[in-house]
């Protein structure tokens, strides 16, 4: 298998990509809301899988399987409470909330939505700073993933820093170009597309096994038919589909995809479709990566097991075809987040913070810089990738789901106050960067500060504490005279 | 006081959180059709699940995230 071959399957794709792009930029005025929003008007088809593309990066074709290869298909179970009932729950309530009020005031990003209400800089600017710094080093993992796949791909022939720049340079070239329409466009070419490829592989490899004696049940290691066992616990499962389902909800490219909708007739469609999708997706992927344990295969040292399992049944030209549909995945995810990421910088740090008169123009010129910027630094960070870059991009979800349940009390409460809001969003953060980053505290064998609290995840502890905070500290707090509920209660209709 | 359809929606969801995880499989570890139990349930579980959220966001949209009109 040549590895030429690979490269121009690859680039093939790629090229196709960014001549969406092209025309995706064609059609795209020069205005911040249509650069960021296009313009708000969004259809089913592309909201949902430019939604679903973004929220899957690399981990459905390699961590996903890889973790039903080490421990068990049961992460399929996570993901459906995870993506398919609380995601679409909270798509609902948060979401349809959200994008009534975007509509009804005009808001790109989330800061600006509390900001206006609350009347505050402080906090919008703390909003936007939380989330950038979960986002930068999450994109850099994105990177590196690329870089590592297309090195493992071409057997080193592309090696990893030329591997990862090229997808940077790719990226940059068609989101500076074309902003959120050319992203939602080429998201749902690269939806489509992986979800073809995992089928394809799923049914491959399915009849495969099925022409073995004992069938595909055969496949299916004996310790992994119950459910539970192992890292699974009730806890756990439980822990991680809460503590990632209201992460998504608040990292700066999902979000702002509440925005996007054209109609609401869009967002009742994608409401009833989110667990379709995700049975569609998840299902075959992890079982692959479980009949993988199941025949024997060995995990390559720091690799990928779906590879491996690609390599023994089917051709070279179709794994290739795999990989290329992974690095899909991660485009459209880190495509998406340097999107959002530099409408977070540009609209809620650098507007109201350093320039508050800038113009429209120069505002718009700035958000594609502020792509270019963000892309380049996470690109040198992933050629050196710091130990503690690393550990906090491993933990964006957790990070990002403290956010969560202070904007939901906003977004519902009216006598929630800015106070409320700073404590609850500051305290809930620094809870969890202590539990991540800090000592491992127990005070009369009670856990304060650790990474479980009697099997339940500090990501859903920090929540908790945010809850509180925010419900508490609101309730022995007035509201300033600069705080203004109307805006969220009476003009949205 | 919420309203009978707030309610009653309420419920639906809370059971559709509560049992897209099977606990009641818990270790069971019989196979259907070459898969594991759980996996035919999760399965199932999500078409119940695209179907009530059909409902309704076709019948009672505004329920809880609405706005008066």
Same mark, same amino acid.
């Given at each position: 298998?040549?590895?030429l071959?690979?490269?121009?399957?690859?680039?093939?794709?790629?090229?196709?990509?960014?001549g969406?792009?092209?025309?995706?930029?064609?059609?795209?005025?020069?205005?911040?809301?249509?650069?960021?929003?296009?313009?708000?008007g $969004?259809?089913?088809?592309?909201?949902?899988? *430019?939604?679903?593309?973004?929220?899957?990066?690399?981990?459905?074709?390699?961590?996903?399987?890889n973790?039903?290869?080490?421990?068990? +298909?049961?992460?399929?179970? #996570?993901?459906?409470?995870?993506?398919?009932?609380?995601?679409?729950?909270?798509?609902y309530?948060?979401g349809?909330?959200?994008?009534?009020?975007?509509?009804?005031?005009?808001?790109?990003?989330?800061?600006?939505?509390?900001?206006d209400?609350?009347?505050?800089?402080?906090?919008?600017?703390?909003?936007?700073? &939380?989330?950038?710094?979960?986002?930068?080093?999450?994109?850099?993992?994105?990177?590196?993933?690329?870089?590592?796949?297309?090195?493992?791909? *071409?057997?080193?022939?592309?090696?990893?820093?030329?591997?990862?720049?090229?997808?940077?340079?790719?990226?940059?070239?068609?989101?500076?170009?074309?902003?959120?329409?050319?992203?939602?466009? *080429?998201?749902?070419?690269?939806?489509?597309?992986?979800? %073809?490829?995992?089928?394809?592989?799923?049914?491959?490899?399915?009849?495969?096994?099925?022409?073995?004696?004992?069938?595909?049940?055969?496949?299916?290691?004996?310790?992994?038919?119950?459910?539970?066992?192992?890292?699974?616990?009730?806890?756990?499962?439980?822990?991680?589909?809460?503590?990632?389902?209201?992460?998504?909800?608040?990292?700066?490219? &999902?979000?702002?995809?509440?925005?996007?909708?054209?109609?609401?007739?869009?967002l009742?469609?994608?409401?009833?479709?989110?667990?379709?999708?995700?049975?569609?997706?998840?299902?075959?992927?992890?079982?692959?990566? %479980?009949?993988?344990?199941?025949?024997g295969?060995?995990?390559?040292?720091?690799?990928?097991? $779906? +590879?491996?399992l690609?390599?023994?049944?089917?051709?070279?030209?179709?794994?290739?075809?795999?990989?290329?549909?992974?690095?899909?995945?991660?485009?459209? @995810? %880190?495509?998406?987040?340097?999107?959002?990421?530099?409408?977070?910088?540009?609209r809620?740090?650098?507007?109201?913070?350093?320039?508050?008169?800038?113009?429209?123009?120069?505002?718009?010129?700035?958000g594609r810089?502020?792509?270019?910027?963000?892309?380049?630094?996470?690109?040198?960070?992933?050629?050196f990738?710091p130990?503690?870059l690393?550990?906090?991009?491993?933990?964006?979800?957790?990070?990002?789901?403290?956010?969560?349940?202070?904007?939901?009390?906003?977004?519902?409460?009216?006598?929630?106050?800015?106070?409320?809001?700073?404590?609850?969003?500051?305290? @809930?953060?620094?809870?969890?960067?202590?539990t991540?980053?800090?000592?491992?505290?127990?005070?009369?064998?009670?856990?304060?500060?650790?990474?479980?609290?009697?099997?339940w995840?500090? @990501?859903?502890?920090?929540?908790?504490?945010?809850?509180?905070?925010? &419900?508490?500290?609101?309730a #022995?707090?007035?509201?300033?005279? @600069?705080?203004?509920?109307?805006?969220?209660?009476?003009?949205?209709? | 006081?919420?309203?009978?359809?707030?309610l009653? /929606?309420?419920?639906?969801? !809370?059971?559709?959180?509560?049992?897209?995880?099977? /606990?009641?499989?818990?270790?069971?570890?019989?196979? !259907?059709?070459?898969?594991?139990?759980?996996? /035919?349930?999760?399965?199932g579980?999500?078409?119940?699940?695209?179907?009530a959220?059909?409902?309704?966001?076709?019948?009672? /949209?505004?329920?809880?995230?609405?706005?008066?009109?």
């Open positions: 298998m040549s590895a071959l690979e490269i121009s399957i690859v680039a093939a794709y790629m090229l196709v990509a960014l969406v792009g092209a025309v995706a930029y064609r059609v795209t005025d020069r205005t911040a809301e249509d650069y960021y929003l296009a313009g708000r $969004l259809g089913t088809g592309v909201l949902l899988f *430019t939604t679903f593309a973004t929220l899957l990066s690399a981990f459905t074709f390699f961590g996903g399987p973790t039903a290869f080490s421990a068990g +298909p049961e992460w399929i179970l #996570v993901m459906g409470l995870m993506d398919g009932v609380l995601f679409g729950l909270l798509w309530l948060l349809y909330r959200q994008w009534l009020l975007g509509r009804a005031h005009g808001y790109v990003t989330l800061g600006e939505m509390l900001g209400r609350f009347g505050s800089k402080t906090l919008r600017g703390l909003v936007a700073g &939380v989330s950038i710094f979960w986002l930068f080093p999450y994109v850099m993992l994105q990177q590196v993933g690329a870089g590592t796949a297309l090195e493992a791909l *071409t057997n080193g022939t592309v090696p990893y820093w030329a591997g990862a720049g090229f997808i940077t340079l790719f990226m940059i070239a068609y989101v500076v170009l074309s902003g959120m329409r050319g992203v939602a466009w *080429t998201d749902t070419l690269q939806g489509v597309f992986m979800l %073809s490829m995992v089928w394809l592989a799923f049914a491959w490899i399915a009849s495969a096994l099925a022409a073995e004696p004992g069938g595909i049940g055969a496949a299916m290691p004996t310790e992994f038919r119950a459910l539970g066992g192992g890292v699974y616990s009730l806890q756990w499962m439980l822990s991680q589909a809460i503590g990632i389902a209201f992460g998504v909800t608040m990292f700066p490219q &999902v979000n702002q995809r509440f925005f996007v909708g054209k109609s609401e007739k869009v009742k469609r994608t409401f009833a479709l989110w667990p379709v999708l995700v049975v569609l997706l998840f299902v075959p992927a992890f079982l692959l990566g %479980s009949w993988a344990q199941g025949v295969l060995a995990m390559p040292d720091g690799g990928n097991i $779906l +590879p491996v690609l390599a023994e049944y089917t051709p070279g030209w179709f794994a290739a075809l795999v990989v290329a549909g992974a690095l899909a995945a991660m485009m459209s @995810s %880190s495509d998406s987040m340097l999107l959002s990421g530099a409408s977070y910088f540009t809620d740090l650098y507007r109201p913070f350093v320039n508050a008169d800038a113009s429209e123009g120069y505002e718009n010129k700035l810089i502020g792509v270019v910027v963000f892309a380049s630094a996470t690109f040198v960070a992933s050629l990738t130990g503690t690393v550990s906090i991009g491993e933990t964006a979800f957790g990070g990002f789901a403290q956010l969560a349940l202070p904007v939901g009390v906003a977004l519902y409460w009216r006598n929630t106050t800015r106070s409320g809001m700073l404590a609850g969003v500051g305290g @809930s953060q620094l809870f969890y960067l202590v991540v980053f800090g000592p491992t505290v127990y005070v009369g064998g009670v856990p304060v500060f650790a990474d479980a609290y009697w099997g995840l500090p @990501s859903v502890v920090g929540m908790a504490i945010g809850l509180v905070l925010t &419900v508490g500290v609101s #022995v707090t007035a509201q300033a005279t @600069s705080e203004d509920t109307s805006v969220y209660f009476e003009a949205a209709d | 006081m919420p309203s009978r359809s707030a009653g /929606w309420g419920i639906v969801f !809370v059971v559709l959180v509560a049992l897209a995880i099977p /606990w009641f499989l818990w270790n069971d570890a019989s196979m !259907v059709a070459g898969l594991p139990v759980w996996v /035919w349930w999760h399965v579980w999500m078409v119940v699940t695209a179907a959220f059909a409902a309704f966001a076709r019948r009672d /949209w505004g329920t809880f995230a609405g706005v008066a009109k």
